[in-house]
């Protein structure tokens, strides 16, 4: 999922901060309490009367259980190399590859917990009512007005974000389309369709995607595509309408699929960009423990000012 904000001019982004995620002590201590083989009995009562718990064991069982599948498909794939010492290549790059998944698993769970302990022991099960739902999106950080586009470059790829004319019913609620490509070195490599909605408050919720990565006509991943209680999936709220400093929330919820969280950092925030300097933006921190470490930092203004986005990705950089 990306956030958007409003562009007056088309900004170069710049290198900023990349503020750390402080992962609590306890969960770490959780994480140390975990595991392999952990019985799905034992989990529930590991867990009892502890849903996020318990959702993060059992994700933390499924991913371990996944890593020792996988090295076991790699060492049935080995077995069929004739060459002795490629067959032994083989099978030390199928234990280090098992190595590096069982370590993410820790990493996710480390993560998962530590959300847990600042969200709560509860489901996460947003209400949604659709009454409560308004027709446009008008959230001064994130206004999605249809015929709108922002575009987002760097040095090598440019991000183009359209506010389509097109709705979408989810979960009963009008949602506004969005289609957003991203393009490297001028090749297409990402097509994605968002749907938002606002509520009453002035929120601006998160219903779902469906994002393709592409190489050439092909495409490669479907990976993060969700839609509001479609298979356990759950809104989440992209915008706030009056963020405080120290928010923490959900974006989207979809175990092991969509799972980013956001935190408001700034609301002074300074920002300079390639059309001018900003102050009192708004800078907010989000994670996911599919990919466990800091991996956005962005920020924005109120009204149609001139904002400024940054992304970085531990698999992509910055961009």
Not at 161 to 186: Q, R
Not at 276 to 288: I, R, V, W
Request: include cysteine.
């Amino acid at each position: 999922m990306k956030q958007y904000t409003k562009l007056g001019k088309t900004p170069s982004l710049m290198a900023g901060d990349r503020t750390s995620v402080r992962t609590s002590s306890t969960a770490a201590a959780m994480v140390a309490g975990i595991v392999l083989g952990l019985g799905i009995g034992r989990t529930a009562a590991i867990a009892g009367g502890d849903p996020c718990k318990a959702t993060t064991l059992a994700a933390a069982k499924a991913c371990t259980e996944g890593a020792k599948s996988d090295f076991n498909l790699a060492l049935g794939k080995c077995a069929n190399i004739a060459d002795p010492i490629a067959q032994k290549a083989c099978q030390a790059q199928a234990k280090s590859d098992m190595k590096d998944a069982l370590d993410t698993c820790k990493a996710q769970t480390a993560a998962r917990l530590a959300g847990c302990v600042r969200l709560g022991k509860a489901t996460y099960e947003p209400s949604i009512v659709a009454s409560n739902f308004v027709g446009a999106i008008t959230n001064s950080f994130m206004p999605l007005i249809p015929g709108t586009t922002f575009t987002y470059v760097s040095s090598s790829e440019s991000n183009v974000v359209a506010v389509t004319h097109n709705t979408k019913v989810i979960d009963g609620v009008t949602c506004v389309e969005v289609h957003d490509v991203v393009y490297v070195s001028g090749v297409l490599t990402e097509d994605t369709l968002d749907w938002f909605a606002q509520d009453k408050d002035g929120n601006v919720w998160y219903f779902g995607e469906n994002t393709h990565e592409l190489d050439g006509n092909e495409i490669t991943n479907i990976d993060g595509s969700f839609k509001s209680r479609v298979n356990g999936a759950q809104p989440g709220i992209v915008m706030k309408a009056n963020p405080t400093v120290g928010d923490f929330y959900r974006q989207e919820f979809d175990l092991d699929n969509a799972e980013d969280f956001a935190e408001v950092i700034s609301l002074t925030n300074t920002v300079i960009v390639a059309s001018g300097t900003f102050t009192n933006c708004l800078k907010t921190l989000e994670t996911s423990p599919l990919e466990p470490m800091p991996w956005r930092t962005s920020t924005t203004r109120r009204a149609s000012a001139t904002c400024w986005s940054l992304i970085w990705s531990p698999l992509k950089g910055w961009s």
